[in-house]
């Protein structure tokens, strides 16, 4: 899942700015919905996840619970949350679309680039993707090679150079778990 954020903050286990959120993100965006990480009330169902996917939406990222899990895992449209609850918000208050809200702790403005797979989710603040894509580029290339590397028979902690590492980080004092001074 990649895409632009289009976000709505909801009032917690309240579904109604849900349904609109969608009827108005543009197809090709991340819906991220603000439901100030509340697990006892779904914000997201499976009726719900067909409308997002056929209106094009690229995945749904949602700081709250959903229900009707097996559905949403059958469904190619990609769905992120932090929890899973049997029980179905109201529909009763208004919330805010195209705002800035918060995911995970962290702020998300419209525009925002969301990128999802089977590890999680990463924000891209707009104004970093350019260097982020390219970051990413320089770190998939580089463990290419390393994977090749090891697929041949090199071992890792040789590529990686471990214990070199190891021993500078020793001399430094810079191994944290060891709690030490240069000098000892």
Known sequence: MAGPAFTVRVHAADILMVGKAVAECPAGHVLVVDGHGHRNTALWGGIITIAARLKGLAGVV?????????????????????????????????????VPVQCGGLPVNPSDW???????????PAGRLESALSGAERLRV???????????????????????????????????????????
Do not use: H
Not at 70 to 79: F, M, Q, R, S, T
Not at 114 to 124: F, I, K, N, T, Y
Not at 162 to 177: I, N
């Open 62 to 98: 949602i700081d709250g619970a959903i229900r009707d899990s097996a559905e949403i895992a059958a469904d190619p449209l990609p769905v992120f949350a932090r929890s899973v609850v049997p029980n179905a918000g109201g529909a009763e208050y208004a919330g805010d679309l195209g």
């Open 114 to 124: 969301v990128v999802g797979d089977a590890d999680g989710v990463v924000l891209v």
């Open 142 to 184: 580089v463990e290419e090679r390393i994977t090749e590397a090891v697929l041949r028979g090199e071992d890792l902690g040789a590529l990686l150079r471990y214990d070199a590492v190891l021993d500078r980080k020793r001399s430094e004092g810079l191994l944290p778990q060891l709690r030490f001074d240069a000098g000892d």
